[in-house]
């Protein structure tokens, strides 16, 4: 079955404790991102690549880090992570063609993850 | 700047009777467009996306969306609501290849409520 994985699913933290979240995909996508999900403020993009050592920052890249080692994994790493720093994350995956970014993503089921 | 706009937060419509969700952009040339669906505690699935041609696409689950060029407008529409449509809609957008081509512009998100 076609997937995005990520983990974990939940998790509470408190400042300044690093924390990683893993996202794995089985489609064999060259492209792959990070989100960020808050009400009123839809998804905001934290960084993406293009393949395997290509990232680069989206909209809010403050506070991440990310790594392209190999192309099924993307993890986003939280060095300090800062109560600002409370949301919803979500991995995206997706074909990367010739024209660029194909736009049809297949999203992880998320990471809610909290912040003290 | 490039933006996505829903302007409304919630919609409210009746099953069986038909239902829109609005989305306007604003974003230089052609546009690639789509919406996604998010169900409760899951992640975003694509529903359909307009890159050409004919303005009526359709998608998934009966959905189908109206593009419209000098209105710059991507409205999602189904003819018959259902109680299982109730779900967050989000509107996005990935700007032409000359200007961000990596990226989608997620809109804030509309939350469609069906009654039976």
């Known amino acids: 079955e076609a997937q995005v994985t990520q983990n974990p699913r939940y998790l509470i933290t408190v400042t300044g404790k690093k924390l990683t979240v893993t996202c794995s995909q089985n489609?064999?996508?060259?492209?792959m991102s990070w989100y960020r999900q808050d009400p009123g403020l839809g998804l905001r993009q934290i960084y993406y690549?293009?393949?395997?050592?290509?990232?680069d920052k989206g909209d809010v890249p403050e506070g991440y880090k990310v790594s392209r080692k190999e192309k099924r994994n993307f993890p986003l790493i939280l060095e300090s992570p800062s109560p600002n720093q409370t949301s919803l994350y979500f991995c995206?995956?997706?074909?990367?063609?010739?024209?660029?970014?194909?736009?049809?993503?297949?999203f992880g089921e998320g990471s809610r993850l909290t912040v003290l | 700047a490039q933006s996505v706009a829903q302007p409304e937060d919630q919609v409210n419509v009746a099953e069986g009777n038909p239902l829109t969700v609005k989305c306007t952009y604003s974003?230089?040339?052609?546009?690639?467009l789509f919406w996604y669906v998010q169900y409760p505690n899951r992640g975003l699935q694509f529903l359909l996306k307009y890159i050409t041609g004919d303005n009526l696409v359709k998608g998934s689950y009966g959905f189908e969306a109206e593009f419209n060029k000098s209105q710059t407008s991507f409205h999602l529409k189904k003819p018959s609501a259902l109680v299982s449509d109730s779900a967050l809609y989000f509107c996005?957008?990935?700007?032409?290849?000359?200007?961000?081509?990596?990226?989608?512009?997620f809109g804030a998100g509309t939350r469609l409520a069906v009654h039976p």
């Open positions: 995206a995956s997706s074909l990367a063609l010739a024209g660029g970014l194909s736009g049809e993503l297949f």
């Open positions: 974003v230089s040339g052609n546009p690639y």
């Open positions: 996005a957008v990935r700007p032409p290849f000359s200007g961000g081509y990596n990226k989608l512009i």
């Open positions: 489609m064999n996508h060259e492209y």
């Open positions: 690549s293009m393949n395997v050592e290509v990232t």
